[in-house]
């Protein structure tokens, strides 16, 4: 290939056609599986130099049967055998070829590889198990065609060596347009999240879930999972034609909403029986037909929880019905906007388990968690539906480094969260989703987040941050030292050893 390119631009500089294909000195080539090939039949560790490549890419849930049985074999994270993507093999396959040997790797890898869980399941192997430490790095970049009906893929490139073997100085190719040129910067250790790791104590260290808030912020929590096969849930068509054989049944009727009814104003309903009394339920036959349809669904589930609430058709699953004012936080969000658009919804709303909700919610909480801060975090941490925004309340919200901040400067952040709830209502009508579209964005409302991230940033130091990468990097500082006393906190005390007694004679 790297013969045919080089012929090509010979070609085009001297005006003459110089070609060598087919070539005369082939190369060794094995037509297999690469998963499945012993790599020193190919090539002795012993004579190699250099393993690179660009391998599939194949996300765990897109992974055939035989696919994800090699990632687990490989991996052997042991259990469900964890979410690995199809690229992780490669690298776990070159770690085991490698071994001690001066040998670099550098593949071509999704940047899921960075973000998200699978850093927690893939990174303690690369280090733990092979010894290998990260020699230079691209951060995420687009990669692909410009041409009709291809798309970008969002990739990064990294480059491995064996432990004390790596480079002093490790370069990080990062792109403010990731479709442009990288600006390269040099660091004396590098983070699995490709971030400068100079200033940790743990260049290794990786952001695991966790059950509570490490910050002790206010509790997140999933909405409404009702588990009813739909026959709860109802459009607007739907409701109408219900209301008209069933009328009695509008006191029960309740606005539904998760990510794609908050962001774009769709307007959905769920029943909520927990409330009906037996008299009321006898007089209307519709919903006990709904009733019977969803303790038949509920039978046939093989999961215990599901199991135990058949027989309780009126229950949900979970059940979130808050009595005042809630925070929401959609699940997904598009990677194309700047913020998460966050808000408030109130009762008789009842939240899907499509969005994150905080009870009792101020405007300190919305500031903070709309700001571009917690926005850099959520997009270095957070895991992606396939390129947008996936927040996750264990692996984002939990681990948050929470400013610490005085009674004055929550007032000012107070007041400039509310600017920016105000920007908002100046354009009635509009969808969030609509808002907060980067090309629709209007500049009352940019200006009010740019007012607001100023105040946030100060918050964490006095110096500006220069780059979203300069934010995660402070950041995963504050992690590192929040995160040590809480996480211990958080393990079980150690069961007392039980004293040996003497044996008793007999």
Known sequence: MMDHIMNTRLSLAFGESYARIPLQKSPHIHNVDALEIDWNSVLPAETCAYVFGNPPFVGAKYQSETQRAQVRRIAALGGAGGTLDYVAAWFLQAGAYVGDRPIRIGFVATNSLTQGEQVGQFWPIVFDKFHLELAFAHRTFAWGSDAPGMAHVHVVIIGLAP???????????????????????????????????????????VVRKVSKPLSGAPRLISGTQPIDDGSYIFNEEERADFLRQEPE??????????????????KRWILNLESATPNQLARMPHIKTRMRAVRQYRHKSKRNSTLEIADYPER?????????????????????????????LQPPVIPSNLVRVMLDATLWHFGILTSAMHMAWTRQIGGRLKSDYRYSIGLVYNTFPWPEAKAAERRRIEALAQAVLEA????????????????????????????????????????????????VEHLFALYERQSAPALAAMQPAPKPTPKRRKPRPV
């Open 249 to 266: 049944a509008d006191a029960f009727l309740h606005p539904f909403i998760g990510t794609d009814e908050f962001l774009y104003d769709i």
């Open 163 to 205: 432990r004390g073997r790596e480079p002093a100085e490790k370069r990080l190719f990062s792109y403010a347009d990731i479709k442009g040129e990288p600006s390269c910067s040099r660091h004396a250790a590098l983070s699995p999240y490709l971030i400068d790791a100079s200033s940790l104590t743990d260049r290794h260290l």
């Open 316 to 344: 949900y699953n979970v059940c979130v019905i808050p009595d005042r004012p809630f925070l929401v936080i959609p699940e997904v969000s598009s990677e194309r906007r700047d913020y998460i658009p966050i808000g408030w």
């Open 424 to 471: 908002r209502a100046k354009f009635p009508g509009a969808t969030l989703a609509a808002l907060y579209d980067p090309d629709l964005m209007k500049p009352a409302l940019r200006r009010a987040h740019a007012a607001l991230d100023r105040a946030v940033d100060r918050l964490y130091r006095p110096a500006p941050f220069a780059s979203e990468r300069e934010r």
